[in-house]
Structures are given as C-alpha cells and as structure tokens.
C-alpha cells in the first residue's frame, strides 16, 4: 500500500503527469472550439467542456501535480530558489482560478440609458420570482432538472416543481378560449367550424349594446380560410349589425364589426402577442386585451376582408370617389371636355346635380355592358345637340349607326363586318397592335370621327329617338366610360381608402358612444423539440402551488430578460415567474449615455461607448466613468465591468446596453500576486541558470 | 553558485519601468458645477404647489443663471424652468440658454418633436445659406431632435439656434405613470415624464464659439432621479 501511494505521489508530480494535464487540456479546448463552431452555441459547448465537472478535475490535476512536483524537492536547497518561486506563482494563480469558479460571479446587466440597476442576471442559472401585494418580490434558486419542492419559508406558501420541458412555443389565447367566445359582461358563447358544406353560417348569440337599439347579432367561427368565410358572412348579413370573431389555423382573431351599411371595421389581434395588453391590478387579476369600437372608424382591412367588401362596394365607392373629383374640377373651373360640358348645361337648365347624374349615367352604361347605351335614358332625352360642334354631331351619329350594326363580341367578327360593310379603314384597324375588341372600337370610333366631314349627312331629325346612345358614342369619341375613367389595378391601401371615404359619406360607422369589448388573455405553450443552440431554448417549468388547503398547478414559461409578465395563482394572492437568477452587488449602476463610434466617413462601428454613474452602495461614492469595447472598469474589490454590446435607441425605448460583470474574489490576494511572483521566478530560472553544468 | 551579473539588474529595472505608465492626456479640463433645474409648479385651491427639484446638468461656472421668483406661478408653459447666459465682456453679445418642460398626464397629450423643431424654424424669416441640421438624438433617458440653425428673425437679423426637443420613450414614459392611488409619486413622476426643449440663442459668432460648451451642457442634461 506504501509503495503504491509512493508511485502515485511521484506520478503526481511527474513530468509525464503535467505532460497528461496539459494535453488532455489542450483536447478538451480543441473538442470545445469545434462543438462551438458546429452548434454556434457557446452553452452547449461549455456544458460538454468547460462547465464539465472533468474539466474541474483536470485543473484540480494541475494544481496537485504543481504541489507535487516542488514538494518532491525536498530537502530544499538554495539553487531551487528560483524553482520553487515559479511554482508558488503558478498554484497562486491556480488558486485564484479555483477560487473564481466556486466563490466568483459572472452575470449580464441589461440598462437603459437614464436607468440603473443594482442586480446583475447570473447567466445559466434560474429562478422561480414570487411576488404579492406587500412584500419586496423574492426570487428562489430552481434547478429544472431536480423535481421537487422548491424551499421556501414564507407564510405557508408550498410550491413544488413537477415537470420541465426543455423547449416550448408560446402563444397567447384572447376571445376564443376552450371553443367558447369569451367578452367580460356576456356569457361564454359557442364556436361555429365554417366549412364548405355550411351554406349559411349559424349564430353564436345577439347581445344589445345600446339601450333600445336593435340587438347585434354575433358570430364566433373557426376556419381555414378567412377571405372565405368573411365573404359568405358579408353577403348573408342583413340589416342588422353584427359582431364577429373569426379564428384561422395560426389561431390569430379577426375581430369585426358590420354595421348596417356595410361599412367594416376590423381588428386583428395575434396569438403570438395580442394587443393592447392591459395588466389588470399589476397582473394579480391577470391580463387582457381590448377592442374599442369608435365613432366613424373603419381601420385599414387586410387582405381577405378588404377583398370582400371591395367585391361588393368596390364599384359604388368608385364611382363615388370619382363623383368627388368631377366635383373637385368644376370647383377649380377647369374647362370640361364638350360631351361634360353638353351634360352640365343639361343638368343646369333641369336643376339636375351634375356630378352625381353624370356618374349615376356612367354606372348604369357600364352596368348594361354595351359598347353604346343601350336604351333610353330620362335625363339623356333633355341633352341639347345644338351645343355642340355639327361636324360631332355627324360623327357621334355615324358611330351610333355603324357600331349599332356589328357584332362587338369577337375582334374578328368586327373586322369582318367592316370589311363586308366596305369600311375603307379596315386596314389601318388590321394592323393595330392591340386587338382586344375595346382598343378596336375606340379606334374605328376615333376613324368615324376623323372622316366623318368625308360621310354622308345624316338626317338631323332622327337624334329625337336614342339620344343616350348617340350621346354614349360622343363619350367614346372622347374615351370617356366608367372602366377608361377608373384606375385599374388599385392597391389595397387605395381600395382602404376608397372604402373609407365611401362608407364616411354614407354616415355609415356611427356610434353614439365608442363601445369597448374586453376579454382575458391566458398563454398557451406548445411542446417542440429541443434545438442543439441552447440560447435559442425557451425552457418551460409546471408548479403545484398549495396554501391552506388551496392547490393549483400553473405552467412558467423561461423569461430570460427578467422583464416579462408575472402570471397570478391562488386567486391573485400571489404572482410567479420563472427567470434568470438575479444576485445583488454592491454597485449600482446608473447608464446616461451610450455611443456608437463609427469609422471616419461611414456607417460602420467602429466601437461602442458607455458612460455610466457608478455607486458604491457601501459607503455612497460616486464615481463617473466611461467603459467602451476596449476599456474595461475594474473596482477594488474585484468587479470587473466590460461594455458588451449596444441596442439602438426607438420610440419605444432607449439605447440599451449589455454590461457583462465579473467578481473575481482572489485577483488581488491570489491571481494578481501569482502571476508577479511566477514572472519573478521566470527571471530567475533564466538570470541565474542555477541547474546549469559547470 | 549564484552570479549576479549587469544584465540581470537591467532587466529587472525595466521591468518596474514597464510597469509605469499614465493615462493623463495633459489637457486641462473645464471647471463645471452641477446645477440643480427644479419643475413646474402649480395653483392647487388658491396655493401654489412647491418646485421639486427634477433635473441636473453641469454647467460651466461662468455662465449666469436666472430663475423665476418663488412666488412666480410657473402653470404656464411658455415660461422657462430657468435660464443661462453666456456673456461676452467685450462686445457685451450674449447668448441665452432656456429649458422648458412640458408635463403631461397622458402620452397620448405630447407633441411630436419634429412639430417642435419645425416650429423653431418657423420663426425664421431667412435660413443662412448653410442652412440647418437636424438630427435624432438620444441621451440620459431621452430621445428627440437636434437643431442648429442660423438666419434671421424680425428682432434679430443675425440669430443662431441650438436646440434639443426632447421626450422620454414609450417605455420610460409608462414606467414614470403611477398607480392613480400612488399620490405621493403623482407629482413629482407627472415633472419627471415631461417633454423638454433645451435652445440657445445668440448671435452666430458667439455661438460658434461656445458651440461645443452649450452641445456638452445639453448632453449632460438628466433627470435627478433614475428611471424606475
């Protein structure tokens, strides 16, 4: 037994031994490099390497094989001076080292510029935060993977960790919860699935908003199309208003209110974050989120929705829109075209507003789908031909007869005509380029016009008979139609406000008081699988919580950045969440400023600034400082503050820093003295060469 | 046998001369204070409510500060917090530094920062040819815009502006709202939320010169108290 502990003490100290150390070392450090560069995740590496209780070990190695190897110097004489000052320094700063990984702090301080902050996130390590109503908040240590009671002293409160799951997905549910439409005031009220086969949607329930108004209608769907399901809900409403709540499959709410026009408003509120969300009580009574129905209010549509209301009041806010301007032109005194001005002085001698009759012309043409108004027209039989130019009047004559003959459904057919019709034109429409029948006829109409001083004279006395389609062939002379006049491809910001303006000239949207619709917002978490980067994990933790004979189960989703929600239990006696672990310093640390240096000339950074208050909690002092990439604050007692990185200032927040802290207990008794004394025993070993051969 | 020998000394000697070193860059530092800038009061049933001090900045010590009297209501918000003069011996120019809050109980209620940059240009008849900068800024808590101009005003043919429209972000804003029941909070979180405008005044030359000492001055400009 002697013998073998003898071998062992020799082996310890042994070069062969420190040559073991430093190779498994340098493995370990090259396993390290590489899983880090594979995974891009410096957790996952460390939790194999660094962080490995082995690399402890090996460490504790060097430490021993260090001690060893002088002691088995012994009985020391003068020429190991130098050998023995080397290793002193070498287990100083091992020491140090040992001394830094049980006894030190490493964590994050994340500051706004004007805030401060006195407690640092240790990074890795996390949290169960129990608030309540008069106590300071308390955090307690939680290790996710030892399932148990979490301790705790405190007034009774028990809580136990049940499950982990080491990554999930989270989102929120608002109005629809357990397949019932949830509004505070109302009962819950059941959810419709809109598929194909339902030809009309059934619904939920009718709830009056306004004393002696007609109840509204409401309607709470699932579907997988919500442009579908829209469209069918908005063509079978009827005069009533309703309300309704459409869930798709990525379970975000469309929430939208009809009014009996027909104008829309419509919110969308997302599973992933609803908005607003409201605290109610700070949290203690949970969360919420709203839906305020103002007066005259039609927000932009999306997609589907606008889609749908377009179809079917597309072409009346059109037409409306394009009433405003004919309006806005006369206003200006803009000179009108002939045919324009032909009509206003009709509607002038008739007391006939001319921008809305002129339109509602216009719409009723283009309804009847003819290349020339078809038929008769109340207001076209009082239009005055002896206004106009008489060479016009042959020419819109002309086009009434000659396109009144023709086929005007197939390009061939019209060219076919004409040719049998010994239209000396013909060829010129041949070659046009374009030959869609519209671009044929607007160019024969262009060809009667130009030549019509060449055509014979009609009979004057016949335009008693068909005014609105000689009329309609002026207009064509002129390209002026409801389809020439409108924009074709419209976007939908333009459809939105089309609609909107539309839907305001019909007083339509119009509530006597805005009307707010609440309802909770609880979080839902889905299980996925866990990804090798382990920063990108959202860890999630199930806790029994008891008191007094109460119970509850409530599943804490991993808020890294410790400014997330705290969720409420027992009736809203307490709130929990589960977060990094933070730890108090004696410093508080106050950031007013942070820069970004850029290069000269450029955009790009070139280092980051910080200047920071920093109070010694201790005695009071203050000290201003400025930190940036490269320069480093270290205090006395061994925290080190280096500027990590920087986020840009928005109207939501200001500039952000990350400061990462380091408390290093032993850097000035162990580390640092170490290090002097190895450099000294360095010197020595080579100045006097004391094992050299004379 | 140990040898001491010329060489060794040396190296240990320069060792200790590695190990000295200074970060002093030699170049002498303005002697500045820091001066308290207290808020807004208000006629509460016939009283005035009292100035809680709410912001700091360091100032250098020749400029002169003017404050309104104790008496004096400051309700109104066309009046400063309190006012700077930088004076010029010789030819007797000055330049005129005020500082304005502008408390509000909704965030809804504030003004954009551009309307407040526009309106300062709005003032101007002329705009030098230079012409102006505006840009974003964002310090101590705040976020805003810059402002420096020149041109001439009805009263002033040669004016230049440095100005700063400041408000806290959304989130400063909120953190910096109490509970309605928090009455002790109320008054002092309704000064400490409020937008504010730093502009100085002066003729172009004078400016020019003490340019960089206002811009410093401006930067320096925080709330007393952090952000909760």
């Known amino acids: ?126 949290a169960l935060l129990v608030a309540d109503h008069k106590n300071p908040d308390v955090e307690y240590r939680v290790d996710v993977h030892a399932k148990g009671p979490i301790p705790r002293q405190k007034d009774g409160l028990h809580l136990h960790l049940v499950n982990h799951y080491p990554h999930i997905k989270k989102s929120y549910s608002s109005w629809i919860k357990d397949h019932k439409l949830h509004i505070f005031g109302l009962s819950p009220m059941p959810i419709v699935n809109d598929d194909d086969e339902k030809i009309e949607i059934p619904k939920s329930s009718r709830a009056r908003f306004y004393e002696g108004d007609t109840p509204w209608d409401i309607y709470a769907i699932m579907t997988h199309d919500v442009g579908k399901t829209f469209s069918k809900l908005y063509q079978q409403r009827s005069d009533t208003p309703l309300l309704a709540f459409i869930q798709d499959d990525h379970q975000d709410i469309y929430s939208i209110f009809i009014e009996k026009h027909g104008g829309v408003s419509a919110k969308k509120f997302l599973a992933e974050k609803p908005s607003p969300f409201i605290s109610l009580d700070k949290g203690f009574k949970g969360y919420a989120t709203e839906w305020i129905l103002k007066d005259k209010q039609m927000d932009p549509l999306e997609k589907p929705l606008l889609e749908s209301v377009f179809q079917v ?87 009434a007869t ?229 320069e480093v604050h270290e205090t006395w007692d061994g925290y080190r503050f280096y500027l990590a990185s920087m986020t840009p200032p928005s109207l939501e927040s200001a500039k952000r820093v990350q400061i990462v802290v380091n408390h290093d207990p032993a850097k000035y008794f162990l580390t640092y003295p170490g290090a002097i004394i190895l450099t000294l025993g360095i010197v020595l070993l080579f100045a006097l060469r004391p094992y050299r051969h004379v | 046998m140990i040898h001491y020998n010329l060489n060794f000394i040396l190296l240990i000697l320069s060792l200790f ?71 010029d011996k010789e030819t007797k120019d000055s330049i005129r530094i005020t500082i304005h809050n502008f408390p509000s109980e909704k965030i809804e209620h504030r003004i954009p920062v551009k309307e407040q940059i526009n309106r300062w240009l709005n003032q101007f008849e002329t705009i030098s040819s230079q012409g102006s900068v505006t840009c974003q800024e964002s310090f101590n808590g705040f976020i805003g815009m810059y402002l420096s101009t020149a041109g001439s005003q009805p009263k002033a043919p040669d004016l230049s502006v440095l100005g700063w429209a400041l408000q806290l972000p959304k989130d400063h804003y909120h953190a910096l709202t109490p ?18 405008t730093i502009k100085a005044q002066g003729t172009s030359w004078l400016m020019q010169r003490h340019q960089e000492a206002i811009e410093a001055f401006a930067r320096s400009f925080e709330l007393i108290d952090e952000i909760p």
């Open chain 1, 313 to 399: 009041h597309g072409k009346a806010a059109l037409a409306f829109n394009l009433q405003e301007k004919i309006k806005d032109a006369c206003s200006t005194s803009k000179e009108l075209s002939p045919p324009l001005w032909m009509w206003e002085m009709m509607c002038l001698m008739s007391s006939i507003p001319f921008a809305e009759s002129f339109v509602a012309f216009l719409t009723d043409w283009d309804d009847s789908r003819g290349w020339l108004y078809p038929k008769e027209h109340a207001l076209a039989k009082h239009l005055d031909f002896s206004l106009i130019p008489k060479s016009d009047l042959e020419a819109s004559l002309w086009s």
């Open chain 1, 402 to 630: 000659i396109l009144e003959d023709l086929d005007l459904s197939d390009s061939n057919e019209i060219l076919h005509n004409l040719e049998q019709k010994e239209w000396p034109l013909v060829e010129a429409l041949k070659k046009q380029e374009d030959q869609n029948p519209n671009a044929l006829l607007t160019l024969l109409t262009q060809q009667i016009f130009s030549a019509s001083h060449a055509l014979p004279l009609q009979m004057i006395s016949h335009i008693n008979e068909g005014k609105a389609k000689i009329f309609s062939a002026y207009l064509r002379a002129y390209d002026i139609h409801l389809s020439t006049l409108m924009p074709g491809n419209l976007s939908d910001q333009e459809k939105n406000l089309l609609l909107t303006h539309y839907f305001e000239s019909k007083s339509a949207l119009e509530m006597r008081e805005p009307i707010t619709l609440m309802t909770s917002i609880i979080p839902v978490f889905q299980k996925v699988q866990e990804k090798i980067k382990l920063e990108d994990n959202v860890p999630l933790i199930q806790v029994v919580v008891k008191k007094a004979g109460a119970l509850q189960s409530i599943y804490l989703d991993y808020d890294q950045g410790g400014n997330g929600l705290k969720w409420p239990i027992l009736d809203g006696q307490y709130l929990l969440s589960f977060k990094a672990l933070t730890q108090a310093i004696p410093y508080k640390i106050r950031l007013r400023t942070a820069r970004q240096i850029n290069y000269p000339n450029s955009t790009q950074p070139h280092s980051y600034e910080s200047d920071l208050i920093i109070t010694d909690l201790r005695n009071g002092e203050e000290l201003e400082k400025t930190i940036s990439m490269n």
């Open chain 2, 17 to 87: 001369c590695l190990t000295a070193c200074t970060s002093n860059d030699g170049t002498p530092k303005e002697i500045k204070t820091v001066e308290i800038i207290k808020g807004r009061n208000f006629l509460e049933g016939g009283t005035l409510t009292s100035r809680l001090p709410i912001y700091r900045a360091k100032v250098p010590l020749d400029w002169i500060r003017y404050d309104c009297l104790p008496s004096e209501s400051l309700s109104d918000t066309t009046k400063p917090l309190c006012t700077f003069h930088i004076l």
């Open chain 1, 1 to 126: 037994m002697g013998k073998f502990l003898f071998s062992l003490y020799r082996f310890l100290g042994s070069l062969q031994c420190a040559l073991f150390l430093i190779g498994t070392t340098a493995l370990f450090v090259i396993v390290g490099t590489v899983l880090e560069s594979f995974s891009e995740s410096h957790l996952f590496a460390a939790k194999l390497t660094y962080s490995h209780p082995l690399f402890s070990l090996l460490i504790w190695g060097f430490f021993l094989n260090i001690l060893l190897s002088s002691l088995r110097r012994y009985p020391f004489k003068v020429k190991h001076i130098p050998f023995l000052i080397t290793h002193l320094g070498l287990l100083m700063i091992l020491s140090g080292v040992l001394v830094k990984v049980y006894f030190g702090t490493q964590g994050t301080l994340t500051l706004a510029e004007g805030a401060s902050k006195q407690k640092i996130t240790r990074q890795g390590e996390m």
């Open chain 2, 179 to 196: 509970h309605p029941s928090d009455e002790t909070s109320k008054a002092k979180y309704l000064q400490m939320r409020a937008d504010v």
